[in-house]
């Protein structure tokens, strides 16, 4: 079993950045492909960016050259360096862990899931 735990998450002006984490405990995440998600108000849940095991990210085109997601050495944390934020960016942002398989934007198919950090970006 593997519990994440967001943080990080705060009120940001435009332009500002922010860096979110995504702590696992129970075992290391590195075998395990991780997505972080966001879900603003009356809107799906979408992933933002991802990191699968050996490394290979994704990023949505809304944040591609904005957002960084990467793994510390230990492999038990997933951050998702925000950049230039824009009020666009609000939202709760969500880390999750899928056991098998790669990166997918299907919400279902991620085993495990934090609780949410909110990020709100003023104008």
């Known amino acids: 079993q593997v519990q994440l735990v967001e943080s990080g998450g705060g009120l940001v002006q435009a332009g500002d950045s922010l860096t979110l984490s995504c702590a696992a405990s129970?075992?290391?995440?590195?075998?395990?492909?991780v997505g972080w998600f966001r879900q603003a108000p009356g809107k799906e849940r979408e992933l933002v960016a991802g990191i699968r095991s050996g490394g290979i990210t994704y990023y949505a085109d809304s944040v591609k050259g904005r957002f960084t997601i990467s793994r510390d050495n230990a492999e038990f944390t997933v951050y998702l360096q925000m950049n230039s934020l824009k009020p666009e960016d609000t939202a709760v942002y969500y880390c999750?862990?899928?056991?098998?398989?790669?990166?997918?934007?299907?919400?279902?198919?991620?085993?495990?899931w934090g609780q949410g950090t909110q990020v709100a970006v003023s104008s």
């Open positions: 129970g075992r290391t995440l590195s075998t395990y492909t």
């Open positions: 999750a862990a899928r056991t098998k398989g790669g990166l997918t934007y299907i919400v279902a198919e991620y085993d495990y």
